[in-house]
Each structure stands twice: as structure tokens, then as C-alpha cells.
């Protein structure tokens, strides 16, 4: 194998002339023989049997050439990708120059690679960090919802309902003297207070007693969701018959003990205040990822980016959306009606994430190689157990699954975005702000149409990926 030629052609596209010797062609030959002769019928042998020389004199030498570039192609091609030095980011277009026994064949591939982008300004990026003191209301509000996780029930019967007690109750609704339909049930339960019911039903049952026929009078909304209700007077006939109320227990070290590992309230409070700081360190970081990648985003200009790296990354952020859907028991139409959103507009956002996640991506691949990151043993070694442990397998597996190549490039993109934190400016603020997105152009032109999207949906090929943040965490 010899790389005859090597030029290029466009900003991101070579264009490369491969010759396969005739050696390395017969070799193929023989092996595509091995494969296909025994498929072959010949007139005077068994059906697989007849000798290579008698197959190739019946129906030509070329008989075995299409089965042996298969074979072959491949290895000659990564050959000749090694040799220019270029990484290529999609199957290359080929074309069959010359192919004979005597000479071998030569072939020419047209690349498309990745772009060479020179990025400027990664370092003192000015960002916002989000501070927050943990206050006494906040670590109040989480203790309140732990004594209500903790309350009971009690049934109440030497009493009227009062607000914020949960009656069980019949009622049947009618609007011009009629009932209506779903204005009707029987052992319902409603928290008075909750706002459930239309405006002023829950109010009319506070004072009411367990037994006791009433009656309540409303009107619905001008803006109800039933056509033939709205903006109506109508008269609910109801009846009581239970009446609970909500028992919490004292706060003290008693509770704390019920509902923790604790033995004081004092060590509890202290426990969910140092959990509510960690939520909001998680929620700081998360903010501060998002400004810096929004603009690395930015910093990818050049019109030169082929879009098959966008359609590829918005079929993976597709898939991945369709996957999470599915897990929850939802498909993209259900989706569509619950969000009131149509295929458009959820192709739309996904289309800005796409481009988002391949402009961070080659942002921190052009500062790696700039700042001369380097990928080490202990790097991929470390990178290998920490998968294997999510993932609960062994770290050989993970490496057969995960190629070197592959995971060194995620490890380089690491490096790089803890390079730019490392170097941000960095403001501290107590309220998070709106961030300044990408906006959506077209940027992918393989699914720019529904018919397309479409397609691209059913070829999707599904990975877990999180557009932008799993480009950069840890």
C-alpha cells in the first residue's frame, strides 16, 4: 500500500490517491476466492469445489476483484489516512482509478476532516459566579416540608371542616337546572384551601359538617376549559362524610431522631444546611458551565464547518430527547400536545443545542492543541476505571467498548475547559442572570425539512450524550 497523492481540495476536504500493490490485491484474491468460490456452481465439480484458475478461465479473472477491494479497501484507506496525517469525519466518496493482477489498484478518496480553527480570547472569559449564603428561612422551609412528610391523618368528627383540612365528599354539579357531565363523584377528597376547585367552591364547604346536605353556588371562568361551562352560574349539591386533619409532630429532637440518623434537632438543621449549600454549589457550577460554554460557542466563526458534524450531533441530541421520552412512557407526538409545541419548534431548539455542542467541542479541541495539552497513561487509566465504575463493569471491558482514540478526545476537551475555568474572570452574583445563546441559523441542511428530520429520525443512531455539559465535566 502506498499513499500516491495527497491535496487538498477545500478548507476541510483532501483529497487522496492510494495505490494497493498487486502482492497485497492477490492476497485479497485469494481470500475473496476462499469466501465466494463456494458459492459458485462449475460444470463438472461438486458445487463449491471446482479450483480457483477453472472459476476465473469460466467467468473471467475479475471474477473475484469486487469481493477482494472489499476486503482490502478499508485497511488501504486507513493507510493512507495515517500516512496524510488527517483525521476524517465521515465515510470519504471513492472512485476506482485502475484495477488489474499485474498492477494492483489505485483508487482516490475525497476526505472531508475536521476544521483547523486558531481561537483567540479563551482566557479571562468574564463569567458570573453564583453565590448564596445559606439562610435560616431556607433551612426553615426544608424542615417545614420534612414535618409535613412526616404528619398524619386523624379523622375529626366533634367539628365543622375548617380551612386546610381534607373533607371526603359527594357532590353533583348543574348548570340551568341540569347536570353536567364530570360534575359528578363520590368519596373525593380535597385539602381545603389547596385551590383545586373553581374560586369560591372550597370556601362554601369550610363550616359544613360531616352528614350535612349543601349546597354551593359558583360561577365558572370566562376562560374554563368546557365551552359549554364557560363564564356560567352553577349550583353543586354536596354532602360530607369524613373530615381529616392534619397531625404534625413537635419539632424537637424526637423528630429528629424519627426522621434521621440525628439524635438533635440542632444536629439535623445543621445536616440540611450543609445539603442545601451543596445543591447550591451544584446549581452555581451549572450556571457558570453554561455562561463559559455559550461563549466558547460564539467563539467558533468560521463558516468552513462541515455540516455533517451537525447533522450528526443533532440525529445523536434527537435520538438521546426520543430515548429520555420513551423512558417516561411518552413518544414525540404525546410530547408535542403536552408542551403544546409542534415538530418545528422542537426541532428548532434541538437544531441551537446541535450547534451549541459541536462549536464547544471544537473550541476546546483548537485550545488543546494550542496550549499543547497532552492525553497521558495515567489519564486514560483513570478515565477507564471511573467508567468502569459507573458502569459496573470491568475496566477491560470498557476499554474494548471505548476506543483509546475515542476517550482521549474527551479527556483533551476536559483539560481544556478546566484551562478556561482555571483562567475565567469571574464576578460574583446572588441572582442568576439570562444567558446569551447561540442563535439558530441553518446549520444543518441534512434535516432542514420535516421530510428529512424525519428520515433522520429513523436512522438515528441513539448515544448518551448531554449536549453541551458532558463535553466538559469531569
Known sequence: ????????????????????????????????????????????????????????????????????????????LEYAVKAAEIEIIDRPEVEMIDMSKEKGYTFKAVCITY???EIEGYKGIKAKKLVKTVTDQE????IDRMLDGASRLVNIEDRAAKDGDTVIFDFEGFADGTAFDGGKAEGYSLVLGSGQF???????????????????NVTFPEEYHAENLKGKPA?????????????????????????????????LKEDVKKKIGLR?????QQYLDDQLNAILAKMITTPEIPDILYTRQLQNIYGDFERRLQSQGMDMESYSKYSNTDFGQIHSTLNIQAKKSVNVRLALTAIAKQENIEVTEEDLTAEYEKLAEQYMMSADKIRELVPESELSKDILATKAYKLVLGAADLEEVDEIEEI???????????????EEAETAEETVEIVEAEVVEEETEE
Open 115 to 117: 476544521p483547523e480553527i
Open 198 to 216: 373553581i374560586p369560591g367552591f372550597e370556601e362554601q364547604i369550610v363550616g359544613k359538617n360531616i352528614g350535612e346536605d349543601f349546597d354551593v
Open 1 to 76: 500500500m502506498e499513499l500516491l497523492k495527497k491535496e487538498r481540495v477545500l478548507p476541510n476536504q483532501y483529497e487522496l490517491e492510494v495505490s494497493v500493490s498487486p502482492e497485497d490485491f492477490e492476497i485479497a484474491c485469494s481470500a475473496a476466492f476462499r469466501k465466494e468460490g463456494r458459492k459458485m456452481s462449475v460444470p463438472g465439480f461438486r458445487k463449491g469445489k471446482a479450483p480457483r484458475k477453472m472459476i476465473e478461465r469460466l467467468f473471467g479473472e475479475s471474477v473475484f476483484f469486487e469481493e477482494a477491494v472489499n476486503q482490502s479497501y478499508p485497511q488501504a
Open 280 to 284: 447550591n454549589e451544584q446549581v452555581s
Open 436 to 450: 446569551e445563546e447561540v442563535e439558530e441559523e441553518e446549520v444543518v441542511q441534512a434535516t432542514d425539512s420535516e
Open 139 to 142: 433551612i426553615d422551609q426544608e
Open 235 to 267: 349550583l353543586f349539591k354536596c354532602k360530607i362524610s369524613e373530615i381529616k386533619e392534619k397531625e404534625t409532630p413537635e419539632l424537637d429532637d424526637e423528630f429528629a431522631k424519627d426522621v434521621s440518623e440525628f439524635d438533635t434537632l440542632d444536629q
